[in-house]
């Protein structure tokens, strides 16, 4: 066994020491996401609670749910900066954007 394949030391055949960042975790990232969608109320505009889902975001691994959780940012704030008819296109946008994340967590925690 070689030691790009695996994480021991061929002199002491014990484990190396976990790295001191922490890990990014799918179930975390789904978790700050759902406690996001749940606190503004429908108001996916609203920049005030912006916050959970940069969490979400930094905490997913960098695959389909990083990406669709950064798009969501993105629609959040292009959201927020529009008035009238476009930012109720913009938030039409930012629900689509809502349930393609939805999906994505429930495609790796469906649940009973």
């Given at each position: 066994?070689?030691?790009?394949?695996?994480?021991?030391?061929?002199?002491t055949?014990?484990?190396?020491?976990?790295?001191?960042?922490?890990?990014?975790?799918?179930?975390?990232?789904?978790?700050?996401?759902?406690s996001?969608?749940?606190?503004?109320d429908?108001?996916f505009?609203?920049l005030?609670?912006?916050?959970?889902?940069?969490?979400?975001?930094?905490?997913?691994?960098?695959?389909?749910?990083?990406?669709?959780?950064?798009?969501?940012e993105?629609?959040v704030?292009?959201?927020?900066?529009?008035?009238?008819?476009?930012?109720?296109?913009?938030?039409?946008?930012?629900?689509?954007?809502?349930y393609?994340?939805?999906?994505d967590?429930?495609?790796?925690n469906?649940?009973p």
């Amino acid at each position: 066994m070689t030691e790009a394949r695996h994480a021991y030391s061929i002199t002491t055949m014990r484990a190396d020491p976990l790295p001191s960042k922490p890990q990014l975790s799918v179930f975390v990232a789904c978790h700050d996401f759902a406690s996001w969608n749940q606190s503004n109320d429908g108001k996916f505009a609203d920049l005030s609670k912006l916050g959970l889902l940069l969490t979400a975001s930094a905490s997913a691994p960098a695959r389909l749910l990083h990406q669709d959780l950064s798009t969501l940012e993105s629609d959040v704030t292009r959201a927020s900066k529009a008035s009238g008819n476009p930012q109720r296109a913009k938030e039409e946008m930012t629900l689509t954007a809502v349930y393609t994340v939805e999906r994505d967590c429930y495609s790796v925690n469906p649940g009973p």
